[in-house]
């Protein structure tokens, strides 16, 4: 990239000289070569972005449930047989709750036991 105060030649392109420094029009250039140049300059420019987005995306899809704990199931009084699971999300702010469930393994119970995350 040329310095954007430098005075572009009479006829020539501005924006190109701004971009790579030389046109189309400039001595030992030509059409192909400048074509070549913007096409390259917008895949690298298309290839950034991508890669922006993907690790993005990547790291706001990442959930994960976990057991936290066992404890006596309500329903059935089975002492440390209550599954709870928690499920959180990784998003650009790191981990959060994004809520869970129960399951009871000796009577298949689902009680609602756990609060979801408060929203502010």
């Not at 690298?44 to 976990?66: N, V, Y």
């Amino acid at each position: 990239m040329s310095d954007p105060t430098t005075p572009v030649p009479p006829g020539h392109s501005s924006s190109a000289h701004r971009a790579h420094g030389w046109c189309a029009t400039c001595p030992g250039r030509t059409i192909p070569e400048e074509l070549i140049a913007w096409r390259a300059q917008a895949a690298t420019a298309h290839a950034t972005r991508d890669a922006a987005a993907q690790a993005e995306a990547a790291h706001a899809d990442t959930f994960d449930a976990s057991v936290g704990d066992y404890r006596p199931c309500p329903e059935c009084g089975g002492a440390a047989s209550l599954a709870v699971v928690t499920v959180t999300a990784a998003t650009r702010h790191g981990r959060v709750v994004a809520g869970g469930w129960s399951y009871c393994l000796d009577c298949q119970a689902t009680p609602h036991i756990l609060q979801e995350a408060t929203r502010g």
